[in-house]
């Protein structure tokens, strides 16, 4: 199981010698339902080895067999799959066409680092599959990665790559964190100033908010929905779905910056207002009236045009109640709805989204301040601040992601160092993400099956560009990706140093990715950012 990341549920060698060579007569024999794969495939393989590997079927000992068995389905579920290699072939089966695909992807990781570059670096190698038998699925049906393009915004190509990474570590949902305080980033047709004006800001604080030094230039940036549409449409292509964010009610600046009236104008001159330029909690919130609801219900009309799948994530974070409990007609909104206090106002915010998002047949999820006030039976929520929440909301039969800020939020810093660019928040090394259990052991069976899965996230205040975004990221999102897949025994018994072990390999196919992650020793020169202050937790043990 050299380099294998994350690790199948049963790998063994199979009973013949040596393995299946791919070369100039292999051909790859898709059955129904595999053809997307078989495209796929060929593709990355093609490119990497300077084999054609046309279509058809061929000769024992020529051919790479993919095949859908729905006979297998309860047995490996959609996503899992059989993989058999020897000197007759390969021969690929999937409980449905995403296990095919992820079966296809340790087929990959088979050929070696090599079968990760997009052009031979020798022509003349043998392209081995060794003789192998592989039995593998999810552990979970959401092992997700949230990417923050909001505060720095990542163009379409930087996206399209980081599905493609994702895809490579079975990773199978990208939450698409699209707006905040610092940008609006998605086109809404009906509302062009969101991106004429929402999408860029004058200026950008560089490390923490404490920070004294900016960026003097402007920022910004926006998908268009063909964009959207066509990331959208790569990500299937790879079996990954994507969950759009739109934040309500807090964190909404860009959007009050390009229609003023959506702010609490009864309590503040909003029409002075701009993107904002630096970091932290804005205290400019969505205003509770009906122009505001029927506002949003137009940018989610359109988006559930650009996004097919089951979710629409709405924030509900972090929203700042003071200009609320100073304006009349906020506290208007709270005495003709009868509500008790601000906290309620804005669960009766949230409860109007999900409302209006079943009856159209799509779930509102949410970070787990929706908890505040209760939520209608199809809300899920995204645990963010701790365990609490996700035991909560599981306990009250809601569907959870974990994505607890203390394991799994991949902006804060991997060592202790003074060396490590722009520290943020805790010590997380990789040994503390592959120890992360995304199910409490305080859920009853029952409970835990509320339990979606788990999500890394990745907020890039401080991280100005893909470089950056990289090294926060890798190597830790390959450990994360094991504990979503992989059925690890309990946090204390995983076999760290194995993981390590097999990372050796695994950092060459990263380096094959051209993926600029932080090497082991600590960062490189040019990943440090010497004398740009980042935001140390005081108190925090240095490793946990």
């Known amino acids: 199981m050299t380099g294998m990341i994350p690790a199948p549920t049963t790998w063994r060698d199979a009973d013949s010698a040596g393995g299946f060579v791919i070369d100039e007569n292999t051909v790859i024999d898709a059955g129904p339902g595999t053809e997307a794969t078989a495209r796929w495939l060929r593709g990355v393989l093609g490119a990497a080895t300077g084999l054609a590997l046309p279509p058809g079927a061929g000769a024992d000992g020529q051919t790479v067999r993919l095949r859908v068995h729905s006979?297998?389905?309860?047995?490996?579920?959609?996503?899992?799959?059989?993989?058999?290699?020897?000197?007759?072939?390969?021969?690929?089966?999937?409980?449905?066409?995403?296990?095919?695909?992820?079966?296809?992807?340790?087929?990959?990781?088979?050929?070696?680092?090599?079968?990760?570059?997009?052009?031979?670096?020798?022509?003349?190698?043998?392209?081995?599959?060794?003789?192998?038998?592989?039995?593998?699925?999810?552990?979970?049906?959401?092992?997700?990665?949230?990417?923050?393009?909001?505060?720095?915004?990542?163009?379409?190509?930087?996206?399209?790559?980081?599905?493609?990474?994702?895809?490579?570590?079975?990773?199978?949902?990208?939450?698409?964190?699209?707006?905040?305080?610092?940008?609006?980033?998605?086109?809404?047709?009906?509302?062009?100033?969101?991106?004429?004006?929402?999408?860029?800001?004058?200026?950008?604080?560089?490390?923490?908010?404490?920070?004294?030094?900016?960026?003097?230039?402007?920022h910004g940036g926006f998908y268009t929905q063909d964009d959207i549409r066509e990331i959208v449409a790569y990500a299937a292509e790879r079996h990954i779905t994507v969950v759009p964010e739109i934040d309500v009610p807090g964190h909404s600046q860009a959007a009050i910056a390009a229609y003023p009236e959506l702010g609490n104008t009864d309590v503040i001159d909003t029409t002075s207002l701009t993107v904002w330029d630096s970091w932290g909690i804005s205290?400019?919130?969505?205003?509770?009236?009906?122009?505001?609801?029927?506002?949003?219900?137009?940018?989610?009309?359109?988006?559930?045009?650009?996004?097919?799948?089951?979710?629409?994530?709405?924030?509900?974070?972090?929203?700042?109640?003071?200009?609320?409990?100073?304006?009349?007609?906020?506290?208007?909104?709270?005495?003709?709805?009868?509500?008790?206090?601000?906290?309620?106002?804005?669960?009766?915010?949230?409860?109007?989204?999900?409302?209006?998002?079943?009856?159209?047949?799509?779930?509102?999820?949410?970070?787990?301040?929706?908890?505040?006030?209760?939520?209608?039976?199809?809300?899920?929520?995204?645990?963010?601040?701790?365990?609490?929440?996700?035991?909560?909301?599981?306990?009250?039969?809601?569907?959870?992601?974990?994505?607890?800020?203390?394991?799994?939020?991949?902006?804060?810093?991997?060592?202790?160092?003074?060396?490590?660019?722009?520290?943020?928040?805790?010590?997380?090394?990789l040994e503390d993400v592959y120890r992360f259990e995304p199910v409490p052991p305080e859920l009853t069976p029952d409970q835990a099956r509320h339990v979606l899965g788990a999500q890394a996230n990745v907020w890039t205040e401080v991280m100005e560009n893909q470089a950056r975004v990289d090294y926060q990221t890798f190597p830790r999102l390959a450990a994360f990706a094991e504990v979503a897949w992989s059925a690890l025994p309990a946090p204390a018994e995983r076999d760290f140093a194995g993981f390590e072990r097999r990372m050796t390999a695994h950092y060459r196919l990263l380096d094959a990715l051209g993926v600029g992650y932080r090497p082991p020793a600590g960062p490189w020169p040019w990943q440090q950012r010497p004398g740009v202050l980042g935001r140390p937790i005081e108190g925090a043990p240095p490793n946990r």
Request: aromatic fraction near 10%.
């Open 283 to 429: 205290e400019n919130v969505l205003a509770p009236t009906d122009n505001t609801l029927r506002f949003y219900e137009g940018v989610f009309e359109e988006l559930l045009e650009l996004f097919p799948g089951e979710f629409l994530h709405v924030g509900g974070d972090e929203c700042l109640k003071d200009q609320w409990r100073r304006s009349p007609t906020a506290q208007a909104r709270m005495e003709e709805l009868g509500l008790a206090d601000e906290d309620a106002l804005q669960s009766w915010f949230i409860r109007h989204f999900d409302t209006w998002l079943s009856a159209r047949g799509r779930r509102l999820i949410g970070w787990d301040e929706i908890l505040e006030g209760g939520l209608a039976d199809g809300a899920a929520v995204s645990s963010w601040r701790g365990y609490q929440g996700g035991i909560a909301a599981a306990r009250a039969g809601h569907d959870v992601v974990m994505c607890p800020e203390q394991q799994v939020y991949l902006d804060h810093r991997q060592h202790d160092g003074a060396d490590e660019p722009v520290p943020i928040g805790y010590v997380r090394t």
């Open 71 to 218: 006979g297998d389905a309860g047995h490996l579920g959609p996503e899992g799959y059989k993989l058999h290699a020897d000197g007759d072939g390969v021969a690929l089966h999937g409980g449905g066409p995403a296990g095919v695909f992820w079966g296809a992807q340790t087929l990959r990781q088979l050929l070696g680092p090599d079968a990760f570059r997009r052009a031979p670096v020798d022509p003349g190698r043998q392209w081995l599959v060794p003789s192998t038998f592989v039995e593998d699925g999810p552990r979970f049906r959401w092992r997700g990665l949230m990417l923050d393009v909001a505060r720095h915004f990542m163009p379409k190509e930087g996206v399209l790559r980081y599905l493609d990474l994702m895809a490579a570590h079975k990773l199978n949902v990208f939450h698409f964190h699209l707006t905040d305080d610092q940008g609006w980033r998605v086109e809404i047709k009906r509302y062009p100033k969101l991106t004429e004006i929402g999408s860029w800001r004058a200026r950008t604080k560089f490390g923490h908010r404490a920070s004294p030094l900016w960026e003097e230039k402007p």
